[in-house]
């Protein structure tokens, strides 16, 4: 079963407002072959030594489960002393279907990539 964890998770409806309001955090695509679709603006993971910002950081990966890698370096990062990083509960695959476009209008913040 899986829990949602506030401290360790942001969940996908909290990151769409934050990005509808204009508070991007940095996102930060923890797959480790970036893929379809993904967040407009996104970063690759930068590798193992990767030292946040001071700033609200968002890892995803496509389904946030237990043992995924953006839920499990973050954990990795909060324990680190990174306050402000924090995983996408559910991944791509729950914000994608989520946050549909007849509720929340076309802009998700989503692009596809061939």
């Not at 695509?29 to 946040?52: E, N």
């Not at 968002?58 to 990083?85: I, K, P, S």
């Amino acid at each position: 079963m899986i829990r949602f964890d506030p401290q360790l998770e942001i969940s996908p409806f909290a990151l769409f407002r934050a990005l509808a309001e204009g508070r991007r955090p940095l996102l930060i695509d923890a797959r480790t072959v970036p893929g379809s679709p993904s967040f407009a603006g996104a970063s690759p993971w930068p590798g193992a030594g990767w030292s946040p910002p001071d700033a609200d950081v968002v890892l995803f990966d496509d389904h946030g489960a237990n043992g995924t890698l953006a839920r499990e370096a973050a954990r990795r990062l909060q324990a680190e002393g990174y306050a402000r990083v924090r995983a996408l509960f559910g991944g791509l695959a729950l914000y994608d279907f989520a946050l549909d476009p007849a509720v929340v209008g076309e802009e998700r913040f989503l692009v596809r990539r061939a």
